[in-house]
């Protein structure tokens, strides 16, 4: 094992690029593998890698909307990708950290807890359940050190205007008025610099396989994000919603974040309201 050493794969993504600053800045040797640096799904790109400690596989497609139109393309790209993060974890001793999605489809209770049953609830979140399977049959066959982080809505500076937050914050930017689909759906979102840290304090003692949600324990519609956004930039434009659900709608999700604390040693630190604030004025 590559003592001290640490491989970011996914390394020009939005989370991506910000996990492998906060690492280098606490010290640590990274390697970071972008997409101009190799196919994760392909075995060759592996074998120039150095051997390392710690490899947060971050690499793969992320956009819902588009995995219904490539559902094979999003588990080639997640599934494959992450059982050769696996191979490659297995031959050098190294500990995997991956990046998984919640995958409770329409939850029977909240908060979701990391044990409740998972429905995948479309192409995305099947391909992120798969390679969870893999993370774990490699901890059981092989002792591969696997951390599988359940990732809940993300948000912060550097995210693709696709994704909801930022999509409203563009629009207020332009002066509105703000078109929406629907306004009740609720989220749990969590700032980008809590999930960097817990990404962080996940290199501490690995051990086994771990499955731990990384939410801000709370949830927010999309008429809180705007009305949230709309009080960081001072505006009161107006608001039009086509009442439009997508796909499997899920209407409310929040994360227990119980194992997150026990684990990790982590709790979330930066409010919506601020997180929200600090997007706006970025």
């Not at 909801?164 to 509105?176: D, S, T």
């Not at 939410?215 to 086509?242: C, K, M, Y």
């Amino acid at each position: 094992m590559g003592s001290g050493k640490v491989l970011v794969t996914g390394a020009d993504g939005f989370i991506g690029r910000a996990l492998v600053r906060a690492l280098r800045d606490a010290g640590h040797d990274v390697t970071a593998l972008g997409r101009a640096d190799g196919d994760v799904t392909d075995a060759a790109t592996w074998t120039r890698l150095p051997v390392v400690a710690h490899v947060f596989h971050l690499a793969g497609r992320a956009f819902v909307p588009d995995s219904w139109t490539d559902p094979a393309g999003f588990i080639h790209a997640n599934v494959i990708g992450t059982a050769r993060a696996l191979d490659y974890c297995r031959a050098a001793g190294a500990h995997l950290v991956f990046t998984s999605v919640s995958l409770f489809g329409a939850p029977k209770r909240l908060p979701v807890r990391e044990d409740d049953a998972i429905t995948p609830s479309n192409p995305y979140a099947l391909s992120k359940c798969l390679a969870e399977r893999a993370c774990a049959f490699h901890a059981a066959t092989w002792n591969v050190p696997a951390t599988v982080i359940r990732l809940f809505n993300v948000y912060g500076p550097g995210q693709r205007e696709e994704y909801v937050i930022p999509f409203i914050v563009a629009q207020v930017r332009r002066g509105g008025p703000i078109r929406v689909k629907t306004l009740s759906p609720r989220r749990d979102f969590i700032f980008l610099d809590d999930l960097v840290d817990a990404l962080s304090r996940t290199m501490v003692n690995p051990r086994g396989y771990r499955l731990i949600n990384i939410g801000s324990g709370t949830s927010h519609s999309v008429q809180d994000v705007i009305d949230a956004v709309q009080t960081a930039a001072g505006t009161r434009l107006p608001v039009e919603s086509s009442e439009e659900d997508r796909r499997n709608e899920i209407p409310d999700v929040r994360a227990d974040i119980t194992r997150a604390r026990e684990f990790l040693g982590w709790t979330p630190q930066v409010l919506f309201a601020e997180g929200i604030r600090r997007l706006v004025l970025a």
